[in-house]
Protein backbone atom coordinates (compact mmCIF):
# COMPACT_ATOMS: atom_id res chain seq x y z
CA UNK A 1 0.00 0.00 0.00
CA UNK A 2 1.18 3.95 -0.70
CA UNK A 3 1.68 5.63 2.34
CA UNK A 4 3.24 9.04 3.33
CA UNK A 5 6.93 7.72 2.79
CA UNK A 6 6.42 6.02 0.10
CA UNK A 7 8.93 7.39 -2.67
CA UNK A 8 7.12 8.88 -5.53
CA UNK A 9 8.81 8.27 -9.40
CA UNK A 10 6.64 9.96 -12.52
CA UNK A 11 7.56 10.98 -15.43
CA UNK A 12 7.26 14.54 -14.16
CA UNK A 13 8.98 14.07 -9.86
CA UNK A 14 10.33 11.99 -8.21
CA UNK A 15 10.39 12.29 -4.80
CA UNK A 16 11.90 10.41 -1.42
CA UNK A 17 8.67 10.74 -0.03
CA UNK A 18 4.99 12.06 -0.61
CA UNK A 19 5.14 15.71 1.53
CA UNK A 20 5.40 18.93 0.30
CA UNK A 21 5.85 22.44 1.75
CA UNK A 22 3.05 24.57 0.48
CA UNK A 23 3.58 27.72 -0.52
CA UNK A 24 4.18 30.70 1.67
CA UNK A 25 4.93 34.56 1.32
CA UNK A 26 6.85 35.60 3.93
CA UNK A 27 7.41 39.11 3.07
CA UNK A 28 11.30 39.38 3.64
CA UNK A 29 12.46 40.26 0.32
CA UNK A 30 15.09 43.47 -0.82
CA UNK A 31 13.09 46.40 -1.96
CA UNK A 32 13.99 45.34 -5.54
CA UNK A 33 12.19 42.23 -4.94
CA UNK A 34 15.19 40.24 -5.12
CA UNK A 35 15.26 37.78 -2.27
CA UNK A 36 16.33 38.87 0.95
CA UNK A 37 19.81 37.13 2.46
CA UNK A 38 18.11 34.60 4.58
CA UNK A 39 15.88 33.15 1.99
CA UNK A 40 18.97 30.57 0.64
CA UNK A 41 18.71 29.38 4.76
CA UNK A 42 15.05 29.05 5.35
CA UNK A 43 14.55 26.87 2.31
CA UNK A 44 16.98 24.77 2.96
CA UNK A 45 16.22 24.19 6.43
CA UNK A 46 13.59 22.96 5.26
CA UNK A 47 14.81 20.83 2.07
CA UNK A 48 13.78 17.40 3.95
CA UNK A 49 10.35 18.13 2.78
CA UNK A 50 10.34 16.39 -0.42
CA UNK A 51 8.98 19.15 -2.46
CA UNK A 52 9.44 22.71 -1.19
CA UNK A 53 6.81 25.18 -3.11
CA UNK A 54 8.42 28.68 -2.77
CA UNK A 55 6.03 31.42 -1.50
CA UNK A 56 4.17 33.22 -4.11
CA UNK A 57 6.64 35.26 -6.48
CA UNK A 58 5.22 38.46 -8.78
CA UNK A 59 6.01 37.67 -12.92
CA UNK A 60 6.08 41.68 -13.21
CA UNK A 61 5.90 44.87 -11.62
CA UNK A 62 1.74 44.68 -11.71
CA UNK A 63 1.68 41.32 -10.41
CA UNK A 64 3.09 42.56 -6.87
CA UNK A 65 0.34 43.52 -4.62
CA UNK A 66 1.80 43.00 -1.04
CA UNK A 67 4.94 44.86 0.75
CA UNK A 68 8.60 42.85 0.37
CA UNK A 69 7.09 39.60 -1.90
CA UNK A 70 10.10 38.51 -3.87
CA UNK A 71 9.81 38.96 -8.04
CA UNK A 72 11.39 36.62 -11.04
CA UNK A 73 11.36 39.02 -14.11
CA UNK A 74 14.95 40.87 -13.33
CA UNK A 75 18.66 39.61 -13.64
CA UNK A 76 18.56 40.59 -9.81
CA UNK A 77 15.95 38.55 -9.18
CA UNK A 78 17.46 35.59 -11.27
CA UNK A 79 20.84 35.82 -9.24
CA UNK A 80 19.13 36.01 -5.97
CA UNK A 81 16.88 32.92 -6.49
CA UNK A 82 20.27 31.32 -7.89
CA UNK A 83 21.93 31.02 -4.16
CA UNK A 84 18.45 30.18 -2.91
CA UNK A 85 18.09 26.70 -5.60
CA UNK A 86 21.78 26.10 -5.35
CA UNK A 87 21.63 26.29 -1.75
CA UNK A 88 18.24 23.65 -1.74
CA UNK A 89 19.64 21.53 -4.26
CA UNK A 90 23.03 21.15 -2.45
CA UNK A 91 20.96 19.77 0.18
CA UNK A 92 19.33 17.26 -1.69
CA UNK A 93 15.73 19.23 -2.17
CA UNK A 94 13.81 19.69 -5.25
CA UNK A 95 12.16 23.67 -5.63
CA UNK A 96 8.83 24.63 -7.26
CA UNK A 97 9.07 28.78 -7.82
CA UNK A 98 5.25 29.91 -7.26
CA UNK A 99 4.31 32.10 -9.94
CA UNK A 100 1.79 34.87 -8.06
CA UNK A 101 0.37 37.24 -9.71
CA UNK A 102 -2.10 39.15 -7.43
CA UNK A 103 -4.51 41.07 -10.08
CA UNK A 104 -6.78 43.53 -8.00
CA UNK A 105 -5.44 42.38 -4.45
CA UNK A 106 -2.82 45.49 -4.45
CA UNK A 107 -2.28 48.52 -2.73
CA UNK A 108 0.00 50.93 -5.22
CA UNK A 109 1.84 52.13 -1.55
CA UNK A 110 3.60 48.37 -1.95
CA UNK A 111 4.03 48.47 -5.95
CA UNK A 112 7.04 49.27 -7.62
CA UNK A 113 5.56 51.73 -10.19
CA UNK A 114 2.84 52.49 -7.62
CA UNK A 115 -0.10 52.37 -10.30
CA UNK A 116 -3.55 51.55 -9.86
CA UNK A 117 -4.11 47.30 -9.63
CA UNK A 118 -4.98 45.60 -12.70
CA UNK A 119 -8.03 42.77 -13.23
CA UNK A 120 -10.26 40.94 -15.29
CA UNK A 121 -12.74 43.90 -14.35
CA UNK A 122 -13.05 47.27 -11.76
CA UNK A 123 -14.55 45.55 -8.91
CA UNK A 124 -12.40 46.13 -5.87
CA UNK A 125 -12.13 42.85 -3.20
CA UNK A 126 -13.52 44.60 -0.52
CA UNK A 127 -10.83 44.05 1.74
CA UNK A 128 -8.03 46.00 3.70
CA UNK A 129 -4.76 45.39 2.91
CA UNK A 130 -1.20 46.00 4.72
CA UNK A 131 1.21 48.94 3.93
CA UNK A 132 4.21 51.20 5.19
CA UNK A 133 1.50 53.31 6.21
CA UNK A 134 -1.00 50.71 8.45
CA UNK A 135 -4.18 48.97 7.25
CA UNK A 136 -5.58 50.58 4.14
CA UNK A 137 -8.36 49.61 1.87
CA UNK A 138 -7.52 48.18 -1.16
CA UNK A 139 -8.71 50.59 -4.28
CA UNK A 140 -10.76 49.54 -7.20
CA UNK A 141 -8.73 48.13 -9.87
CA UNK A 142 -8.81 48.62 -13.44
CA UNK A 143 -9.95 46.05 -16.14
CA UNK A 144 -6.77 45.03 -18.51
CA UNK A 145 -7.83 45.42 -22.04
CA UNK A 146 -7.62 42.50 -24.57
CA UNK A 147 -3.60 43.51 -25.62
CA UNK A 148 -2.53 43.59 -21.60
CA UNK A 149 -4.41 40.08 -21.07
CA UNK A 150 -2.13 38.92 -23.82
CA UNK A 151 0.70 40.59 -22.23
CA UNK A 152 -0.01 39.07 -19.24
CA UNK A 153 -0.03 35.90 -20.38
CA UNK A 154 3.38 36.63 -21.91
CA UNK A 155 4.55 37.83 -18.38
CA UNK A 156 3.49 34.54 -17.12
CA UNK A 157 6.13 32.58 -19.22
CA UNK A 158 9.00 35.34 -19.38
CA UNK A 159 8.76 34.65 -15.60
CA UNK A 160 8.91 30.92 -15.74
CA UNK A 161 11.93 30.89 -18.14
CA UNK A 162 13.57 32.99 -15.42
CA UNK A 163 12.76 30.84 -12.79
CA UNK A 164 14.34 27.61 -15.14
CA UNK A 165 17.63 30.38 -15.64
CA UNK A 166 17.46 30.38 -11.88
CA UNK A 167 17.75 27.02 -11.12
CA UNK A 168 13.95 26.18 -9.76
CA UNK A 169 12.71 22.41 -10.97
CA UNK A 170 9.74 24.51 -11.75
CA UNK A 171 7.17 26.33 -11.60
CA UNK A 172 3.60 26.50 -10.12
CA UNK A 173 1.31 29.36 -11.55
CA UNK A 174 -1.19 30.43 -8.39
CA UNK A 175 -3.92 30.05 -9.40
CA UNK A 176 -5.81 29.87 -5.83
CA UNK A 177 -6.73 32.52 -3.29
CA UNK A 178 -8.64 34.92 -5.18
CA UNK A 179 -5.61 35.97 -7.23
CA UNK A 180 -5.56 37.47 -10.80
CA UNK A 181 -6.07 33.54 -12.07
CA UNK A 182 -8.83 32.77 -9.81
CA UNK A 183 -10.49 36.95 -9.91
CA UNK A 184 -10.95 35.18 -13.95
CA UNK A 185 -12.51 31.89 -13.05
CA UNK A 186 -14.89 33.91 -9.94
CA UNK A 187 -18.10 35.36 -11.91
CA UNK A 188 -18.40 37.81 -9.12
CA UNK A 189 -14.82 38.94 -10.20
CA UNK A 190 -15.25 38.73 -13.82
CA UNK A 191 -18.01 40.74 -15.74
CA UNK A 192 -16.29 40.86 -18.71
CA UNK A 193 -18.13 40.74 -22.07
CA UNK A 194 -15.18 39.73 -24.31
CA UNK A 195 -13.90 36.14 -24.72
CA UNK A 196 -12.86 36.12 -21.33
CA UNK A 197 -15.58 36.59 -19.31
CA UNK A 198 -19.13 35.13 -19.14
CA UNK A 199 -19.41 31.18 -20.00
CA UNK A 200 -17.60 28.91 -18.12
CA UNK A 201 -15.28 28.30 -20.97
CA UNK A 202 -14.57 31.89 -21.12
CA UNK A 203 -13.70 32.31 -17.53
CA UNK A 204 -11.73 29.38 -17.92
CA UNK A 205 -9.90 30.89 -20.68
CA UNK A 206 -7.25 32.92 -18.94
CA UNK A 207 -6.04 30.28 -17.15
CA UNK A 208 -5.70 27.75 -19.97
CA UNK A 209 -3.54 30.30 -21.59
CA UNK A 210 -1.49 30.86 -19.23
CA UNK A 211 -0.46 27.21 -18.50
CA UNK A 212 0.11 26.97 -22.20
CA UNK A 213 2.24 29.27 -22.38
CA UNK A 214 4.29 28.46 -19.33
CA UNK A 215 4.17 24.96 -20.41
CA UNK A 216 5.51 25.82 -24.01
CA UNK A 217 8.44 28.15 -22.71
CA UNK A 218 9.62 25.55 -19.96
CA UNK A 219 8.20 22.13 -20.92
CA UNK A 220 5.02 20.62 -19.50
CA UNK A 221 6.61 18.76 -17.09
CA UNK A 222 7.99 21.08 -15.05
CA UNK A 223 5.05 23.47 -14.90
CA UNK A 224 2.18 23.04 -12.20
CA UNK A 225 -0.68 25.00 -11.28
CA UNK A 226 -2.94 25.53 -7.93
CA UNK A 227 -6.18 25.96 -7.71
CA UNK A 228 -8.51 25.97 -4.75
CA UNK A 229 -12.78 25.74 -5.57
CA UNK A 230 -14.46 28.07 -3.27
CA UNK A 231 -12.22 29.72 -1.41
CA UNK A 232 -13.58 32.96 -0.51
CA UNK A 233 -10.21 34.83 0.25
CA UNK A 234 -10.21 38.24 -1.66
CA UNK A 235 -14.07 38.46 -2.20
CA UNK A 236 -14.17 35.63 -3.94
CA UNK A 237 -17.69 34.27 -3.89
CA UNK A 238 -17.86 30.88 -5.40
CA UNK A 239 -20.41 28.13 -4.60
CA UNK A 240 -21.28 24.30 -6.01
CA UNK A 241 -22.22 26.58 -9.28
CA UNK A 242 -18.41 26.89 -10.52
CA UNK A 243 -17.46 23.30 -9.79
CA UNK A 244 -18.38 22.39 -13.65
CA UNK A 245 -15.29 25.30 -14.13
CA UNK A 246 -12.90 23.37 -12.24
CA UNK A 247 -14.02 19.62 -13.65
CA UNK A 248 -13.58 21.84 -16.93
CA UNK A 249 -10.32 22.79 -16.04
CA UNK A 250 -8.95 19.78 -14.31
CA UNK A 251 -10.15 17.90 -17.72
CA UNK A 252 -8.22 20.29 -19.75
CA UNK A 253 -4.85 20.33 -17.51
CA UNK A 254 -5.18 16.25 -17.95
CA UNK A 255 -4.34 16.33 -21.29
CA UNK A 256 -0.96 18.59 -21.06
CA UNK A 257 1.43 16.26 -19.07
CA UNK A 258 2.04 18.86 -16.43
CA UNK A 259 4.12 18.18 -13.61
CA UNK A 260 1.07 18.39 -11.53
CA UNK A 261 -2.16 20.00 -9.93
CA UNK A 262 -2.43 21.15 -6.57
CA UNK A 263 -5.48 21.74 -4.78
CA UNK A 264 -6.30 23.72 -1.85
CA UNK A 265 -9.57 21.92 -0.60
CA UNK A 266 -11.79 23.15 2.00
CA UNK A 267 -14.66 21.31 1.51
CA UNK A 268 -14.51 17.98 3.40
CA UNK A 269 -15.27 14.70 1.75
CA UNK A 270 -16.91 17.05 -1.19
CA UNK A 271 -17.12 14.52 -3.87
CA UNK A 272 -15.53 17.30 -6.20
CA UNK A 273 -11.94 16.63 -4.48
CA UNK A 274 -12.41 12.84 -6.49
CA UNK A 275 -13.79 14.06 -9.87
CA UNK A 276 -10.91 16.22 -9.89
CA UNK A 277 -8.64 13.81 -9.73
CA UNK A 278 -10.42 11.24 -11.84
CA UNK A 279 -10.54 13.92 -14.70
CA UNK A 280 -6.62 15.08 -14.11
CA UNK A 281 -5.21 11.49 -13.87
CA UNK A 282 -1.97 13.46 -13.35
CA UNK A 283 0.07 14.08 -10.34
CA UNK A 284 -2.00 15.60 -7.35
CA UNK A 285 -0.98 17.53 -4.65
CA UNK A 286 -3.17 18.31 -1.30
CA UNK A 287 -3.76 20.30 1.20
CA UNK A 288 -6.10 20.33 3.49
CA UNK A 289 -6.18 23.67 5.89
CA UNK A 290 -5.79 22.98 9.44
CA UNK A 291 -4.75 19.48 9.25
CA UNK A 292 -3.46 17.68 12.62
CA UNK A 293 -0.45 15.48 12.15
CA UNK A 294 -2.94 11.98 13.11
CA UNK A 295 -4.66 13.11 9.85
CA UNK A 296 -1.41 13.20 7.33
CA UNK A 297 -0.87 10.49 5.26
CA UNK A 298 -4.82 9.81 4.96
CA UNK A 299 -5.88 10.77 1.39
CA UNK A 300 -2.82 9.14 -0.27
CA UNK A 301 -3.27 6.16 1.53
CA UNK A 302 -7.23 6.37 0.56
CA UNK A 303 -5.68 7.23 -3.09
CA UNK A 304 -7.12 10.73 -3.34
CA UNK A 305 -3.90 12.47 -3.64
CA UNK A 306 0.16 11.28 -4.50
CA UNK A 307 1.20 14.04 -2.41
CA UNK A 308 0.62 16.25 0.76
CA UNK A 309 1.46 19.95 0.87
CA UNK A 310 1.55 21.21 5.05
CA UNK A 311 2.03 25.17 5.68
CA UNK A 312 2.07 25.84 8.72
CA UNK A 313 3.42 23.04 9.95
CA UNK A 314 6.72 23.04 7.47
CA UNK A 315 7.06 27.16 7.96
CA UNK A 316 7.43 26.17 11.96
CA UNK A 317 9.54 23.09 11.88
CA UNK A 318 12.48 22.44 9.63
CA UNK A 319 13.02 19.01 10.48
CA UNK A 320 9.04 18.33 10.25
CA UNK A 321 9.49 14.60 8.04
CA UNK A 322 11.88 13.35 11.35
CA UNK A 323 8.75 14.46 13.71
CA UNK A 324 6.25 13.06 12.30
CA UNK A 325 8.65 9.42 11.50
CA UNK A 326 9.67 9.10 15.37
CA UNK A 327 6.60 11.45 16.97
CA UNK A 328 8.09 13.85 18.68
CA UNK A 329 6.66 16.99 19.37
CA UNK A 330 5.77 19.90 16.94
CA UNK A 331 6.94 23.86 17.39
CA UNK A 332 3.74 26.17 17.13
CA UNK A 333 3.76 28.61 14.38
CA UNK A 334 4.25 32.09 15.65
CA UNK A 335 2.10 34.40 13.31
CA UNK A 336 2.70 37.55 14.55
CA UNK A 337 5.91 36.68 12.53
CA UNK A 338 4.88 35.28 9.19
CA UNK A 339 5.45 38.09 7.16
CA UNK A 340 7.01 40.53 9.71
CA UNK A 341 9.30 42.84 7.71
CA UNK A 342 12.82 41.43 7.28
CA UNK A 343 14.45 39.51 10.03
CA UNK A 344 14.97 35.68 11.50
CA UNK A 345 12.94 35.99 14.18
CA UNK A 346 10.11 33.79 12.89
CA UNK A 347 12.00 32.62 9.92
CA UNK A 348 15.23 30.78 10.16
CA UNK A 349 15.43 30.23 14.41
CA UNK A 350 13.01 27.51 14.12
CA UNK A 351 14.25 25.20 16.57
CA UNK A 352 15.05 21.52 14.83
CA UNK A 353 14.70 18.48 17.60
CA UNK A 354 18.98 18.36 17.65
CA UNK A 355 19.29 22.13 18.89
CA UNK A 356 16.14 21.83 21.14
C1 LIG B 1 2.14 32.84 6.20
C2 LIG B 1 1.36 32.24 5.07
C3 LIG B 1 1.57 32.69 3.78
C4 LIG B 1 0.89 32.11 2.70
N1 LIG B 1 1.19 32.50 1.43
C5 LIG B 1 0.70 31.81 0.37
C6 LIG B 1 1.19 32.04 -0.94
O1 LIG B 1 2.09 32.87 -1.19
N2 LIG B 1 0.66 31.29 -1.95
C7 LIG B 1 -0.31 30.35 -1.74
O2 LIG B 1 -0.76 29.71 -2.69
N3 LIG B 1 -0.78 30.10 -0.49
C8 LIG B 1 -0.28 30.77 0.56
N4 LIG B 1 -0.68 30.45 1.84
C9 LIG B 1 -1.62 29.32 2.04
C10 LIG B 1 -0.85 28.03 2.35
O3 LIG B 1 -0.17 27.57 1.19
C11 LIG B 1 -1.80 26.93 2.85
O4 LIG B 1 -2.79 26.72 1.87
C12 LIG B 1 -2.47 27.29 4.17
O5 LIG B 1 -1.51 27.72 5.12
C13 LIG B 1 -3.26 26.10 4.75
O6 LIG B 1 -2.44 24.98 4.96
P1 LIG B 1 -1.81 24.61 6.40
O7 LIG B 1 -2.95 24.48 7.37
O8 LIG B 1 -1.09 23.32 6.18
O9 LIG B 1 -0.90 25.73 6.79
C14 LIG B 1 -0.05 31.06 2.93
C15 LIG B 1 -0.28 30.65 4.25
C16 LIG B 1 0.42 31.21 5.30
C17 LIG B 1 0.17 30.69 6.70
Avoid: C
Avoid at 48 to 62: A, C, K, N, R
Avoid at 107 to 128: E, L, M, Y
Avoid at 141 to 170: C, K, M, N, S
Avoid at 287 to 300: F, K, L, M, S, T
Amino acid sequence: MTDIWTPLATDTLQLPHRLAMAPMTRSRAKPDGTPGDLAALYYTQRAGMGLLITEGTQPSDDGQGYLATPGIYTDAHVAGWRKVTDAVHDAGGRLFLQLMHVGRRAHPDNTPHHRQPVAPSAIAPGDDMFTMTGMQPVPEPRALTPAEVEQTVADFAHAARRAIEAGADGVEIHGANGYLVHQFLAPNANHRTDQYGGSMENRARFAIEVVRAVADAIGPERTAIRLSPGVPTGGIAEGTDNDDLYRYLATAFGTMGLAYLHLLFVRGEDPLLGDLRGLFRGTLVLNRPGRQREQIGADVAAGLADIEALGMMALANPDLTARLKTGAPLNAARPALFYAGGGAEGYTDYPTLDAA
